[in-house]
């Protein structure tokens, strides 16, 4: 029987792409999240032991590692805001003597690239610290420390795609001429799945990189060049912070806890210093930026994005997501039952707009609306456009339960 390969932050982007990864490759997993329910619709849903558990609970852990071979340890908490640090590092300690007990094998840990030997932000500081405080326990533990991550879903890659798209002039701090070493997200998944089937790198820590050092700047006028936008830096110095983050909070799906956290970790460079990566984990064909970038838009479309929002809730929710925006509705019960699945398509100068109705369990209706902005005016003509779409919606409602 292949091993059994326990998966935490089970909600996360990272986690979403590789338990399917590791279910190609034969290996039996479980899935570890605080609300398991929110991966009921997840096309490998049906393939994986579903596990409720929160690290900051100790107990709940217990049932969760019962007879796993290695962890994935996939957890941050810096959407928790004020305290997360503490948050993170006592998470770590309990997972880690939780596996003790449990008899783990292995730990496979995913932080932050810095150089911790430098000042550096608190958030940075702590991904450091949370692998520190996992290799303090008795299990052995293989580190991987990566940067920016480019791909349709990363927290960085999603900030740089929505500021590049909305402003024509984009502007930008001292820090945006700062390195980045930025790394694609199927290089990621590779480290990842390495780890698990070539012991020399337990007890290691590999600092995971792309081919290419560039800058921050650079990697947003990359991303207009992709989408065919002419883009411009504004330096404007001494911006503060939390102003940044509450503007990546308005205009991108980051919220500000977390955008306040990644900002202040772009102030200084992210790059590979120490690359035995490669060497300890070799085979790993090391995709740049403008590819990655590549396959991200590729992969922006209703049948690739993570459908998140599709956890049950019968509340109208509205998002930014995996460089869309979307407003999705569930109308239940409902007397006029549509066909079972249905997906219009419009392209036009600005953006791609798909409008989708679903069956739902228990007599249910979905209506899903995902719209592709290209640049500003894309942007623009999402706004002027919602308002109707919503009324739509109650238009619908009202039609299907009459």
Known sequence: ????????????????????????????????????ERLRRRNWCSNVEMSQGDVMEPASLMPALDGVHTAYYLIHNMSRGHG??????????????????????????????ADPEQHIAPHLRSRIDTGRALREGE???????????????????????????????????EWIRNRSQP???????????????????????????????????????????SRGLKRKMLLAPRIPVWFMAFGVNLMTPVPFPIASALIGG???????????????FPGIDLVDFDAATRKALELTHPDHIQRVWEDGGLELKSLKHEGCFVIHKIFAP?????????RSHTR???????????????????????????????????????PFLRLGFSELFQKISG
């Open 84 to 113: 997360y640090i503490e948050a993170e590092l006592q998470g770590a300690r309990n997972f880690s003597i939780a596996a003790r007990r449990k008899g783990i094998g292995h730990i496979i840990y995913l932080g932050g690239l």
């Open 139 to 173: 299990v052995p533990v293989t580190e991987f420390r990566a940067g920016v991550i480019a791909g349709s879903g990363s927290i960085s890659f999603e900030m740089i795609r929505f500021m590049t798209e909305l402003f024509p002039i984009i502007p930008a701090p």
């Open 348 to 386: 036009n100068y600005f953006g791609e707009l798909w409008i989708e109705h679903r069956l739902e369990q228990a007599d249910g209706f979905s209506r899903t609306i995902i719209f592709h902005p290209h640049g500003l005016p894309g942007f623009l003509y999402w706004y002027l456009i919602q």
């Open 183 to 225: 790394i694609a997200i199927q290089n990621v998944i590779d480290y990842l799945i390495s780890a698990l089937e070539n012991k020399s790198g337990q007890g290691g820590v590999f600092e995971i990189g792309g081919p290419e050092i560039t800058t921050y700047a650079d990697l947003m006028l990359r991303y207009a060049r």
């Open 1 to 36: 029987m292949p091993p059994l390969i326990l998966v935490t932050g089970a909600t996360g982007y990272i986690a979403s792409l590789l338990i399917p990864r590791l279910l190609e490759r034969g290996y039996r997993v479980r899935a570890l999240a605080r609300h398991p």
């Open 334 to 342: 409902v007397r006029k039952q549509p066909k079972e699945f249905t």
């Open 266 to 280: 772009l102030s200084a460079d992210s790059v590979v210093k120490h690359p035995g990566a490669q060497t300890t």
